[in-house]
């Protein structure tokens, strides 16, 4: 089956490889969408960072690169182990892809475990491929109502949904989300259908459009027409956010968004940083601030699934475009690293199936 392979960095390849077989426990997955996260551009521009490196082996899959890129994805279920009895053959599924060892599955903050990692980083086969064969422990069904393509965003969506949990906002509390990417606008997503109002910072044109047009901000502010900060102070009545989200991993918009921060509020950074941030820790101190860290997710795709199945979060509209396997470096990437300001969330098909044309 065709695949995308990460050997290094800026050196992935659409290859030829072996199927998957489906051992006693697992899923065999026909793959139908995959994302393109973040962290996968990260690994093309600067990686490896979670691949384990050419001599480095995983110390869970006991693999290195290459390896299978792909972990935001949806499928239909080919065939099932022995020892499955909960799922069956044609069901609509996602999967929570995780490497982590067995014997801390299912226990406290699993996500935070020794060697924790990624199916499509550290190995286990991946999403930008044509089957994965996957533990069914990992394995999520959809109901019939939540489309394919749709699905392939749960992924992202448990890591907004996440990094909420991880600020204790409630409803009624004002959310600051600085950066409307994927991340961003996902966060600003669950943020409002938990009763949150959210203002957004964000400078690209179509991601400003985005946030408004989806109704997930109910204030967008760009830094280049206004001052952030006096706008949040402005909305808030010069009380300031009670909660600010950091999704860019850009120093000025972390240092907005403490300054924007109530007293005493929390700010949860949630990007993925490739330098060392010049914080400006005086505010974080001086106004008691908490500022949080949060990693993947915990217990967070069913309540995910239930989000957009039920409609309390849209996702059809980040997805803006749908690629095929050949196209992932030289128009998906390129798009994402060159030109982000015209797109959101892009999906690949590993079969070329879905696409237009």
Request: glycine fraction near 8%; charge should be negative; aromatic fraction near 4%.
């Given at each position: 089956m065709r695949a995308a392979r990460f050997y290094d960095q800026k050196d992935i390849r659409i290859e030829d490889i072996e199927r998957p077989t489906a051992g006693p426990d697992d899923v065999l997955i026909d793959?139908?969408?995959c994302g393109i996260c973040g962290t996968d551009i990260h690994e093309y521009q600067d990686g490896p960072i979670f691949i384990p490196p050419k001599g480095s082996p995983h110390p869970v899959t006991g693999e290195e690169a290459p390896i299978t890129l792909g972990h935001e994805f949806s499928g239909t279920i080919a065939?099932?182990?022995?020892?499955?009895?909960?799922l069956k053959a044609g069901q609509n599924v996602v999967v929570e892809p995780y490497v982590i060892h067995k014997e801390y599955w299912g226990t406290d903050n699993y996500h935070l475990t020794p060697d924790q990692n990624f199916i499509g980083l550290a190995g286990g086969g991946g999403g930008l491929a044509?089957?994965?064969a996957v533990d069914q422990h990992w394995v999520h069904p959809l109901p019939d109502n939540l489309p394919l393509d749709e699905a392939a965003l749960i992924e992202p969506l448990a890591v907004a949904y996440h990094a909420v949990e991880r600020s204790e906002a409630k409803a009624g509390d004002v959310a600051l989300i600085g950066g409307a990417g994927p991340i961003g606008l996902l966060t600003a997503a669950v943020a409002k259908a938990q009763g949150l109002t959210t203002i957004m910072s964000e400078l690209s044109k179509k991601r400003i459009e985005t946030a408004q047009e989806t109704g997930v901000a109910d204030h967008v502010v760009n830094p280049k027409e206004a001052d952030v900060i006096e706008e949040v102070l402005k909305i808030t009545d010069g009380k300031g956010a009670d909660v600010g989200f950091e999704a860019t991993s850009v120093d000025v918009v972390l240092n907005t968004i403490l300054s924007a921060v109530k007293k005493a509020g929390v700010i949860v950074n949630v990007s993925i940083w490739g330098h060392k941030p010049e914080a400006n820790l005086a505010d974080l101190v001086t106004k008691e601030q908490d500022l949080r860290g949060t990693i993947g997710y915990y217990n967070s795709h069913k309540p995910c699934i239930e989000l957009a199945s039920s409609g309390k979060v849209d996702l059809k509209p980040f997805i803006t475009h749908k690629i095929a396997l050949d196209e992932l470096v030289d128009t998906g990437f390129d798009t994402l690293i060159n030109h982000n300001d015209t797109a959101v969330?892009?999906?690949?098909?590993?079969?070329?199936?879905g696409l237009d044309g």
């Open positions: 793959i139908a969408w065939e099932v182990g022995n020892n499955v009895t909960d044509e089957q994965i969330k892009i999906l690949v098909s590993p079969t070329g199936k």
